[in-house]
T-cell receptor, first 115, second 113 residues
């Protein structure tokens, strides 16, 4: 059963516009959420995170929103740039995971930013 | 900056071979993880470790084992490689405490023929 879902396998956006990537989760015990960016033939790179006690976190062009009642997470990229073209994974950590610090990953969304 | 180094970027092996994938991190992290990434399936956890000689199964451990003899090194072993183990393998590490991200290596693209 997929606890973290990214229902859009791909997204295409024009350069300069906003990119919105979405993520849904089912486990209300998740306490920490992250977004990673992955280029082909490279490992995922950490982008931004948010704790479950917050509803928004911003870092430059990247903002993550958390709606706990809807169990929904979104990443906004404004303005989008061609270099943002990559696969984006959302991930979540279970508060009861303890020392394991396991993350549950979504299946990823391929973002293509058109010049 | 955290550095997670995987020994090979590309590897080609034959069915039935024993395969070793090595991962080293330089930040004294307690937690280390092995994932595989397949199209449409995201990252799936194979094994993880939170201390030297400690290991726990992830979501898809069948056909794999791991070794953590030193804190900085976490090895993934394919006991008898099969074609369905062709995949991108990713190693990650992080500190034990606090809300910190996992840091990933660049991955090993493994092909089993």
């Amino acid at each position: 059963d997929q606890q973290v879902k990214q229902n859009s396998p791909s997204l295409s956006v024009q350069e300069g516009r906003i990119s919105i990537l979405n993520c849904d989760y089912t486990n209300s015990m998740f306490d920490y959420f992250l977004w990673y960016k992955k280029y082909p033939a490279e490992g995922p790179t950490f982008l931004i995170s948010i704790s479950s006690i917050k509803d928004k976190n911003e870092d430059g062009r990247f903002t993550v929103f958390l709606n706990k009642s809807a169990k929904h997470l979104s990443l906004h990229i404004v303005p989008s740039q061609p270099g943002d073209s990559a696969v984006y994974f959302c991930a979540a950590r279970d508060v009861y995971g303890g020392a394991t610090n396991k993350l549950i990953f979504g299946t990823g969304t391929l973002l293509a930013v058109q010049p | 900056d955290v550095k997670v180094t995987q020994s090979s970027r590309y590897l080609v092996k034959r069915t039935g071979e024993k395969v070793f994938l090595e991962c080293v991190q330089d930040m004294d992290h307690e937690n280390m993880f092995w994932y595989r990434q397949d199209p449409g399936l995201g990252l799936r956890l194979i094994y993880f470790s939170y201390d030297v000689k400690m290991k726990e199964k992830g979501d898809i451990p069948e056909g794999y084992s791991v070794s953590r003899e030193k804190k900085e090194r976490f090895s993934l072993i394919l006991e008898s490689a099969s074609t369905n183990q062709t995949s991108m393998y990713l190693c990650a590490s992080r500190m034990l405490r606090g809300s910190q991200p996992q840091h990933f290596g660049d991955g090993t693209r493994l092909s089993i023929l």
